[in-house]
Structures are given as structure tokens and as C-alpha cells.
């Protein structure tokens, strides 16, 4: 009873919060409060006992993390990125989607890719208004971008939720995330691209002009002339994100010196390296609403972990009367599609616990990897899987934009879909397969 | 749209205007199309010359051979002898930038208010943080007789210039006591063909200071 209670109260939360996401810190706080209570009174999950649980060492990292990316974005390199990407590829249409792919997903992989396409995401619609774009464009342009910019969080273990879930709980450890999931990423993306390119031709009418491209180019140099790196900002963040790729690259769990410690470690050193800025970072930027919503999941899914439903879970894929390479298989497509309506968050941290299990009957990495190419791929089924995607949305609304027959251009869920699902199946294959490989 | 230009090229130059000033774009723009041969610059006159009335002057102008104005730079200390602040209404991106390089020891704000949608952050971030924002409900804190209302005019006829709508909104009859100069920069030196939409007509007596 006690199982069924605590399950019921974490997927409906789950579930509330995908479709009212207007208030779902306020419904997971509610949800992880009432799974406490159901744990202290049934004494399945004494609430002290759920605290101690929560892998505080994931939280440090997103809170850590997030605000070196702050720093970075203050420092006004974003602006300078969108600046040069447009220089370079001459405000050629196709050039321009494939070189801010690229850039994105690299950007992705080192900071916080919310606040990149925060930064980043205006300048290209500044860009699209400059060139005159059709609908078909935008459409495939940024959600080909929302795309990269998942695989680019999936590419490195410090690149978004999931795989810092992996690298905090010590599932796996840097150099091992890195070597097998960038190469695998690279390639889901690289193949995406090329399908975009030959399927949906995104710039196929797009009326082309040598004019309206130098008129770009020139607008958005004049727009940004003055615009300056703050080096106060630029040299600590980026001096401390190398020192810390180096730790956690060199340094041996044995030396006791974990991930979420360099982290913390590097980053208190960019911030006191800038000065004031680094301080009214720390009381203005820390992304409270998502350290505050990934609290509850952990506590909802601590209670559930307590009541062994993980690991029966687990055990019910194992007992499929398929092959066990098969069984895999079923989880990860099961993870990708769970992701896809609940988002990565909820997903990740509740599909771990039943990873865990897998990945004692078959080498861990693999079913790790797996399973963060699969959250990978559900992030990009739907405009609402990810945090980007409304964003972008958004964005694109407060901007106005109008096609060159006159018509409102949109960015909405129907008008996402073709992209997602096309995402959504090559890094989902891409991951199996690179997942079938390592077995 | 002639068939040399894209459509949608309204929305590209209000897009510029917003942060450029209407003067500044144009120059920008009429210098990029004539890159491509004269053909462009009086297919752009064509397309957008009846909207964009400094654009259509600018694009006559340059097809009459005309080069951009060189700024004054000794009519604006003229003109700033003495001022200590200065509250600029208005973007015109070249006499910004002239402004912030002369500024020395004056303070420089700039009221982040205007009719197109502008991203005033992505302006003020050209300056390094040598011009502060203000807007209406503050701008008067800079006040005084050392200040000055500094705006741009777009050609001067007689007894009467062209500015931004905003200008209207600033310059009440209580506020221009406040102030120990009003300037109107004529950023545009040319006179307009068409009906100058985007701005407002007013008395050049409204100013303490007219520059060139």
C-alpha cells in the first residue's frame, strides 16, 4: 500500500507538473513534502533518513556550475560569438543553422546551454529580421539548434542534469563519460544535420540576396561595435573552467578530492577572482527554481527507493522473456519516450535507480551512456521535454518576426514536431547502437 | 520590392533604426546596397525611400554624390562648454559614439524610451558603461544648470526640425527650465522629400543650441 502511495504521489506530480508548468515548483514541493509524510508515518522513509539521501554533491555542481556560467555570459562573450558566427559565414542561410549548431552543442557541453541560448538566441532573431527568413526556416533553424544543444549537455559530464546526475553519484567517472559519450554525440549530431540538410532543406525558400547578407553582416557588426570583453569576468571564469576540466580529468577518485569539490572549488576561486560582480552573482544568479525543483524530485524518488519499487521495476525488465540485449533495448526506448512527456529531470532521476540495477548484469558504462543518449533523444521528442524549448518559444514570440510574405512567424509545439521526431530517432539509434556495441 | 531586393526589407531597417538611429542606418544601408552597384542603391531608394524618409534623403543624397557628414567636433564642445551631464533622447549611433569619446570628465545618460522596440541593454553594452540609462520617471534627477537635453534633428527648414517622437514627452515646458541647454544635433543636414514619418515637427526655438 505504502509502495503504490508513494508511486502514485511521485508520477502524479510528475505528470501535474508536465501539464501545468506554470506552477510546477509549487507542485513537486508539494508532492515531495507529502511523500515525507507518508514515509515518517508508514516508516518506510524516515525523513532524516531521505535528507541524507539526496545527493547533495549533484545540487553543488548545477548551483556551481550555473554560476560560472553566469560569469562567463557576463563577460559579454556570447554577444561576440553570435557576432563572428555571422561575420564568418557571411550571413549565408545554410552556413548560418549548421555553424550555430556547432557552436552550440560545443557551448553546451561546457556551461549551462539555457543561459547560452538566453544570450544567443535574440542576436540569431536579430539576424533572421536582418536576412528575411520564411517559416520553414525558423522552424528547422532553431529546433535543429534546441537539438544540438541537447546532444552538446549529453556530450560531457558536466554538460546538463543527467550526466552530472552520473558523475556526482559516481556512477561513472569523467574521462570514462567523456571518451564514450562525446564521440557518440558527435555523431547523433552530424548525422541529424545531414538529414535536416537533405530531407528538410530548410533554406530552400528563403529568397537569397547578396544584398540583404552584406546588410547582415554590416547591421550586426554596427549593432555590437563597441561591445568589449570584460576581461575581469572572462580570464577568472575561463582560468578556473580549464583548471577544473583538468582536475576532474587527472585527479583519481582515490585522492578523495571528488567532482562536486573541484567544482566548488573552481568555482569560488572565479568568483573571488571578479571581484564584485563575483558576489552580486552568488546573491542574484543562482538558479533557485531549478535547484529547488531537482530537491523534490530526489526527495519523491528517495521514498520510492525506499519501498524497493526501483528495483522491482528493474526486475521486470530482467525477467522479459527476451534476450537480454533486447531487454536493454526496451529500457532505453521506455526512458527515451518517459522523457519526452515528464522531461529529463523527473526522468533521469528516477530511471537511475532502475540503470543501477541493469548495469549489474552488463558493463555500467554502456547502460549509463545509454540511458544518457535516450534522455538525450526524449529531451528533443517535444517542445515541452526541455527547458529550451519553451524558452525558445517565448523568445520568438516577444520577437515578431514576419516571413517574407508578410505572415507571423511561430515557433510553437505542432511546428516543432517534424524536428523532435526526427532528433528523437537518430540520437535514440544512435544510442542503442553505440549501447548494442559496448555489451 | 524591386526584384533586385528581398522582401522584408522594411523590417530589417527598423530592426537597425531601433539601435542605429534612422540616420546612422541609413548611411548603413545605402552603403551596402551601392557596394553592389548603383542599380541596388536606387532599387532601395524605390523600396523604401516613401517609409523611411531620411533613408529616401540619405539614398538621394549619396546618388547626388554626397559622403557622410563628418561630425563637428568643435561645434559640440561649443555647444557642451560648461555642461557637466548630459541627458541624450534619441540613438543616432555615430554621434553617440563621437559624444562618449569626448565626453573627458562629463556624465553621459541615455532615456531608454523610443517608439521601435529597442533592446536598450544591447545599446548601452557599445559604451563600455560610459552612458548610464535613465527613463522618464528619472531622468530629471539630472536636472540642473550645468545639464543639458541633447537630441537629434533631422534637417533644419526655416523655423522648424525634425526629432523623435520621444522629445515630446521629455521637453514640457517645466522640465526645459530644469535644464541649462537644449541641443539639437542635425544629424542629417539634408532635407526631406517625403512625409517624415517616425517623426514629429518642432520649432527650432524650442533649442538653446542647434549643431550642425
Not at chain 2, 204 to 208: A, N
Given at each position: 500500500m505504502t509502495t503504490v502511495l508513494l508511486t502514485a504521489v511521485l508520477l502524479g506530480s510528475i505528470a501535474l507538473q508536465a501539464l501545468m508548468p506554470g506552477r510546477r515548483l509549487v507542485i513537486v514541493l508539494t508532492g515531495a513534502g507529502v511523500s515525507c509524510l507518508i514515509g515518517a508515518v508508514t516508516n518506510v522513509a524516515p525523513t532524516s533518513r531521505v535528507l541524507a539521501e539526496v545527493p547533495w554533491d549533484v545540487l553543488v555542481m548545477l548551483v556551481g556550475l550555473g554560476l560560472l556560467t553566469e560569469l562567463l555570459a557576463a563577460s559579454g562573450m556570447f554577444g561576440k560569438l553570435a557576432v563572428w558566427l555571422t561575420r564568418v559565414s557571411g550571413a549565408n542561410h545554410a552556413l548560418l543553422v549548421v555553424m550555430f549548431c556547432a557552436v552550440m552543442y560545443l557551448v553546451s557541453g561546457l556551461v549551462n546551454n539555457l543561459t547560452a541560448l538566453l544570450l544567443v538566441l535574440p542576436l540569431m532573431l536579430v539576424q533572421f529580421r536582418l536576412l528575411g527568413v520564411t517559416q520553414r526556416y525558423l522552424t528547422w533553424s532553431l529546433g535543429a539548434m534546441l537539438v544540438a544543444c541537447n546532444l552538446g549537455g549529453a556530450?560531457?559530464?558536466?554538460?546538463?542534469f543527467p550526466a552530472i546526475l552520473l558523475l556526482g553519484r559516481g556512477a561513472m567517472d569523467f574521462n570514462d563519460y567523456l571518451t564514450r559519450a562525446a564521440p557518440a554525440t558527435a555523431v547523433a549530431l552530424a548525422a541529424f544535420l545531414v538529414l535536416v540538410a537533405a530531407?528538410?532543406?530548410?533554406?530552400?525558400?528563403v529568397p537569397r540576396s547578396r544584398v540583404s547578407a552584406r546588410i547582415t553582416v554590416a547591421t550586426m557588426q554596427a549593432l555590437h561595435r563597441g561591445l568589449k570583453l570584460d576581461i575581469r569576468a572572462l580570464v577568472p571564469g575561463g582560468t578556473a573552467l580549464v583548471a577544473m576540466m583538468a582536475a576532474w580529468i587527472s585527479l583519481p577518485a582515490s585522492t578523495g578530492v571528488r567532482p562536486e569539490l573541484i567544482c566548488w572549488l573552481g568555482v569560488s576561486a572565479a568568483l573571488v577572482g571578479s571581484g564584485r560582480l563575483g558576489e552580486r552573482l552568488v546573491r542574484s544568479k543562482v538558479d533557485i527554481e531549478a535547484t529547488l525543483f531537482l530537491l523534490a524530485l530526489f526527495v519523491m524518488v528517495g521514498t520510492v527507493r525506499a519501498t524497493g519499487a526501483f528495483a522491482a521495476m528493474a526486475q521486470d525488465i530482467t525477467v522479459l522473456p527476451i534476450p537480454p540485449a533486447a531487454q536493454v533495448v526496451v529500457f532505453l526506448v521506455a526512458a527515451a519516450v518517459l522523457t519526452g512527456l515528464f522531461s529529463a529531470g523527473p526522468s533521469m532521476a528516477a530511471l537511475l535507480e532502475v540503470a543501477e540495477v541493469l548495469a549489474a548484469r552488463h558493463p555500467p558504462a554502456a547502460i549509463y551512456v545509454g540511458l544518457a543518449m535516450s534522455v538525450c533523444a526524449g529531451s528533443s521528442?517535444?517542445?515541452?521535454?526541455?527547458?529550451?524549448g519553451p524558452l525558445t518559444q517565448a523568445l520568438v514570440e516577444r520577437a515578431e518576426l514576419r516571413g517574407a510574405d508578410g505572415n507571423w512567424l511561430r515557433f510553437g509545439f505542432v511546428d516543432f514536431m517534424p524536428v523532435g521526431a526526427l532528433g528523437f530517432g537518430v540520437i535514440l539509434c544512435v544510442g542503442i547502437a553505440v549501447t548494442l556495441l559496448q555489451l | 520590392m524591386s526584384e533586385l531586393l528581398p522582401k522584408g526589407l522594411e523590417d530589417a531597417f527598423l530592426s537597425a533604426a531601433a539601435e542605429l538611429g534612422m540616420c546612422s542606418a541609413a548611411w548603413l544601408f545605402v552603403r551596402e546596397a551601392e557596394a553592389e552597384g548603383k542599380d541596388y542603391l536606387m532599387a532601395l531608394r524605390d523600396a523604401l525611400g516613401r517609409t523611411f524618409p531620411v533613408l529616401d534623403a540619405v539614398a538621394g543624397a549619396r546618388l547626388e554624390g554626397a559622403e557622410v557628414p563628418a561630425l563637428d567636433a568643435v561645434a559640440l564642445d561649443t555647444a557642451l562648454e560648461g555642461i557637466r551631464r548630459v541627458v541624450v533622447v534619441g540613438v543616432e549611433a555615430a554621434q553617440l559614439d563621437a559624444l562618449v569619446a569626448r565626453r573627458g570628465t562629463r556624465k553621459l545618460a541615455l532615456?531608454?524610451?523610443?517608439?521601435l522596440a529597442t533592446d536598450w541593454k544591447r545599446v548601452l553594452a557599445n559604451f563600455s558603461g560610459a552612458v548610464e540609462a535613465v527613463d522618464l520617471a528619472t531622468?530629471?534627477?539630472?536636472?540642473?544648470?550645468r545639464s543639458a537635453l541633447l537630441t537629434f534633428a533631422y534637417g533644419v527648414s526655416g523655423e522648424s526640425t525634425h526629432v523623435a517622437p520621444v522629445w515630446l514627452r521629455v521637453a514640457g515646458t517645466d522640465v526645459r527650465t530644469q535644464f541649462g541647454a537644449l541641443i539639437a544635433w542635425d544629424v542629417l543636414g539634408l532635407p526631406m522629400f517625403?512625409?517624415?514619418?517616425w517623426l514629429v515637427e518642432v520649432p527650432?526655438?524650442?533649442?538653446?543650441h542647434l549643431l550642425p
Open positions: 556530450a560531457t559530464p558536466i554538460g546538463d530531407t528538410a532543406r530548410p533554406a530552400r525558400d521528442l517535444f517542445i515541452t521535454a526541455a527547458t529550451s | 532615456l531608454t524610451e523610443a517608439a531622468f530629471q534627477g539630472w536636472a540642473g544648470p517625403v512625409y517624415p514619418r527650432t526655438s524650442t533649442f538653446t
